[in-house]
C-alpha cells in the first residue's frame, strides 16, 4: 500500500523546478531542496509513488575488460499531469517530459544548474527573450549580454548542428555569446563568435564563464579544454 502526502510548499517548488527544466536528476533536486540527502530521496520517491512525479533512467555505456556495459548515472525526475495540475501549470504534461533520447542532455543541464543558480531553462528564456521553441538554445545564463548555452548530446537530431550554426551566424541577439557543449568538436561550428567547450570538462569551465568569461582562443573559435 502507498503511503500517503500532503503536498508542502516545498514539494511545490520542486514540481516548478522540474516543470522549468523538463526534469532535472535527483540529487540536483535534493542539493536545491533539502537539508540531507537521505530525506531528499524519501519525500521524492513519495512524491513519485503518490503519481506527482515520474522519473527517467539516464545510462551511460562504460566499457570494463574489454565490455561494454550500461551505467546507471542518474534518475530524472519531471512532473505529471497530477503534478501540474497540483502547482496550476496550464502546460500539457506531455511537454514537460524529458526527451528519452537527450537524457545525458537533461543530466548535464541539471548539473550546471546546481553550479549556476540563476541558470534558465530554455522555457524560462523563451518568455525572456522572447525565443521561438525551433531555435536551438539549450539554457541561457541570464544578463546584460547573455550566455547562450548548446548542448550537443549523443543522439543528434538530422539538422542539430546545421540549427545551431545557422541561430549563432543569423546574430538575432547581437549582445549575446554562444557557447556548444559536446563531446567532439564539430568541424561546421568553427565559426565566428561560436566557443567549443568539451563536454567532460563543460562542469568546470561554464560556472567560471558564467562569472568571468576566462577563455582561450583559438582559430575561428573559442576552444575550452
Same mark, same amino acid.
Not at 23 to 31: E, K, M, R
Given at each position: 500500500? @502507498?503511503?500517503?502526502?500532503? /503536498?508542502?510548499?516545498? %514539494?511545490?517548488?520542486?514540481?516548478?523546478?522540474? /516543470?522549468?527544466?523538463?526534469?532535472?536528476?535527483?540529487?540536483?533536486?535534493?542539493?536545491?531542496?533539502? !537539508? @540531507?540527502? @537521505?530525506?531528499?530521496?524519501? !519525500?521524492?520517491?513519495?512524491?513519485?509513488?503518490?503519481?506527482?512525479?515520474?522519473?527517467?533512467?539516464?545510462?551511460?555505456? !562504460?566499457?570494463?575488460?574489454?565490455?561494454?556495459?550500461?551505467?546507471?548515472?542518474?534518475?530524472?525526475?519531471?512532473?505529471?499531469?497530477?503534478?501540474?495540475?497540483?502547482?496550476?501549470?496550464?502546460?500539457?504534461?506531455?511537454?514537460?517530459?524529458?526527451?528519452?533520447?537527450? &537524457?545525458?542532455?537533461?543530466?548535464?543541464?541539471?548539473?550546471?544548474? +546546481?553550479? *549556476?543558480?540563476?541558470?534558465?531553462?530554455?522555457?524560462?528564456?523563451?518568455?525572456?527573450?522572447?525565443?521561438?521553441?525551433?531555435?536551438?538554445?539549450?539554457?541561457?545564463?541570464?544578463?546584460? #549580454?547573455? *550566455?547562450? *548555452?548548446?548542448?550537443?548530446?549523443?543522439? &543528434?537530431?538530422?539538422?542539430?548542428?546545421? +540549427?545551431?550554426?545557422?541561430?549563432?551566424? +543569423?546574430? @538575432?541577439?547581437?549582445?549575446?555569446?554562444?557557447?556548444?557543449?559536446? !563531446?567532439?568538436? #564539430?568541424?561546421?561550428?568553427?565559426?565566428?563568435?561560436?566557443?567549443?567547450?568539451?563536454?567532460?570538462?563543460?562542469?568546470?569551465?561554464?560556472?567560471?564563464?558564467?562569472? %568571468?568569461?576566462?577563455?582561450?582562443? /583559438?582559430?575561428?573559435?573559442? &576552444?575550452?579544454?
Amino acid at each position: 500500500m @502507498t503511503k500517503g502526502i500532503r /503536498i508542502q510548499p516545498r %514539494d511545490r517548488e520542486v514540481i516548478n523546478d522540474v /516543470i522549468k527544466f523538463n526534469g532535472l536528476p535527483a540529487s540536483v533536486i535534493i542539493s536545491k531542496h533539502f !537539508r @540531507t540527502e @537521505t530525506y531528499g530521496y524519501e !519525500r521524492l520517491k513519495l512524491l513519485e509513488n503518490n503519481g506527482y512525479l515520474g522519473n527517467m533512467y539516464y545510462y551511460a555505456l !562504460r566499457k570494463k575488460d574489454g565490455k561494454n556495459f550500461a551505467q546507471r548515472i542518474a534518475a530524472i525526475y519531471y512532473a505529471t499531469g497530477k503534478g501540474c495540475k497540483e502547482v496550476g501549470c496550464t502546460i500539457d504534461y506531455r511537454y514537460v517530459v524529458p526527451n528519452k533520447d537527450k &537524457l545525458d542532455v537533461a543530466n548535464l543541464v541539471g548539473n550546471l544548474y +546546481s553550479k *549556476i543558480p540563476n541558470l534558465l531553462s530554455k522555457r524560462q528564456a523563451m518568455d525572456i527573450y522572447a525565443l521561438k521553441n525551433f531555435m536551438p538554445v539549450t539554457c541561457v545564463v541570464p544578463g546584460e #549580454k547573455p *550566455i547562450f *548555452i548548446y548542448i550537443l548530446g549523443n543522439k &543528434l537530431g538530422r539538422k542539430e548542428v546545421g +540549427s545551431v550554426k545557422n541561430f549563432i551566424e +543569423s546574430n @538575432t541577439f547581437s549582445g549575446a555569446t554562444h557557447y556548444v557543449v559536446s !563531446r567532439d568538436f #564539430k568541424e561546421r561550428l568553427n565559426i565566428l563568435n561560436a566557443n567549443y567547450i568539451q563536454w567532460a570538462t563543460a562542469l568546470e569551465y561554464l560556472p567560471n564563464i558564467a562569472k %568571468d568569461k576566462n577563455e582561450i582562443t /583559438i582559430g575561428g573559435a573559442n &576552444l575550452f579544454i
